[in-house]
């Protein structure tokens, strides 16, 4: 069993590896022809866009998600009773989200056009949370290929359709709208192919259901709410306090940190499924998976502290351009937080496949707290840098939280790491 376990894992592994490599060459790619083509304004633009979308995705979810890939991947037997109920919330949910969107956005301290390219950021993105739950589907059944082909389309549709479109209009609006074309292709593959594993659809509007999903599904939102608060803020939060331009400078040195979290990516949507398998049919074997991939986490992301440090300068000129130096010393302190955020997807991944989501989330709960406070006083006086420190912090905290209660809750896993 551990060895057929092996070599789907190997497998799966394999399907993102490729995609997230030809994904990420191709989304550099995009941002060093937009940051070549805009500057760090642009760029600062660009990611204000994206990131207030995610930050404010905050009830597209609610955890249900997660909880509905988990179950299934327990029991596939489960798909066809939670899956109507599961779509038919998620879409009541993402039609509400948008509304939320257009209603704060219409208030922001942006100019109209940026609000113009919100709005239709945050119809895509409807479209993107229900998608959502066929990649849940495909990531339950321990099947990574088809959501791998579905991102290296839409990386090529930016590089090349995105990439043209900035060349001939050298303006971000255009381009953005070609970029959302492209996403809107994604989403409907994913649909698709995620269809491809249900015997029939099906969509219920039950209320009743949805707040017994919610009973259970609750503490998977307040980790995804806090990781998103984690991940999103600091962008956001120097995007309003510091303009567009220190946006741009953080955001490009982030964008280079971005590079390396594809392996932690890979790991995670690998193993999960796996791991919520064998928290009930063999806990050794998933004690082994644990430790192996805690160990191997831990030394690429050392590895990657080193490397960001030591080339940080050589890594800003060769991909931004000069206009991009201030960025440097913004990398070389986010190198520090790389080994972190390897650490913490696999400990969250761990906790949420074993049934300690409330644990989990009490943690990443606490450190986007601090992660907010840490950005305000520490953006208000050092701007770009002072949200690099703050991350640093918050993520090394979190790691260090995670790892106690990892061996309170399993005395065994200590012994081996």
Do not use: C
Request: hydrophobic share 55%.
């Amino acid at each position: 069993m551990a060895e057929s376990l092996k070599l789907k894992l190997i497998k799966n592994a394999g399907w993102l590896f490729g995609a997230e490599i030809i994904s990420k060459i191709l989304a550099y790619g995009v941002i060093v022809i937009l940051s070549r083509t805009l500057g760090p304004d642009g760029l600062g633009q660009y990611s204000f866009i994206f990131y207030y979308i995610g930050l404010l995705g905050i009830f597209s979810d609610l955890g249900v998600g997660y909880y509905f890939m988990r179950e299934v991947a327990r029991d596939k037997g489960r798909l066809s009773e939670l899956l109507p109920d599961v779509l038919g919330f998620k879409i009541v949910l993402a039609v509400i989200n948008f509304l939320i969107i257009v209603g704060i956005t219409l208030f922001l301290p942006k100019p109209e056009w940026m609000k113009v390219l919100i709005i239709l950021a945050g119809a895509e993105a409807m479209l993107a949370w229900i998608a959502g739950v066929f990649v849940n589907i495909m990531y339950a059944h321990e099947v990574t290929k088809y959501e791998a082909i579905a991102r290296t389309i839409e990386r090529f549709w930016a590089f090349f359709v995105g990439g043209a479109v900035l060349y001939l209009f050298k303006s971000l609006p255009p381009f953005i709208i070609a970029l959302l074309v492209g996403y809107t292709i994604r989403e409907l593959l994913r649909i698709r192919w995620g269809l491809r594993f249900v015997d029939e659809l099906r969509v219920r509007f039950r209320p009743e259901v949805w707040k017994n999903l919610l009973m259970k599904s609750y503490p998977f939102w307040f980790i995804g709410l806090f990781t998103l608060i984690y991940y999103r803020t600091d962008t956001v939060m120097l995007s309003l306090m510091r303009g567009d331009y220190e946006t741009g400078i953080y955001r490009a040195a982030f964008t280079l940190i971005e590079v390396a979290l594809f392996i932690p990516n890979i790991v995670v949507s690998t193993t999960m499924p796996s791991m919520a398998r064998l928290w009930k049919e063999d806990r050794k074997t998933l004690e082994t998976l644990f430790k192996k991939s805690f160990q191997t986490l831990l030394l690429i992301g050392l590895l990657g502290t080193a490397g960001y440090y030591l080339l940080a300068r050589i890594g800003i000129l060769f991909v931004f351009g000069e206009k991009f130096l201030p960025s440097v010393p913004v990398l070389r302190i986010l190198a520090f937080a790389v080994p972190f955020m390897f650490l913490n997807s696999l400990f969250g991944s761990y906790m949420n496949a074993t049934g300690r989501e409330l644990t989990f989330t009490k943690i990443t709960g606490f450190t986007a707290l601090l992660n907010v406070v840490l950005n305000y006083v520490l953006i208000l006086n050092y701007g770009a840098e002072g949200a690099a420190v703050a991350t640093v912090v918050s993520q090394g905290i979190a790691s260090v939280l995670s790892l106690i209660f990892s061996h309170s809750s399993n005395g065994n896993f200590h012994e081996h790491i």
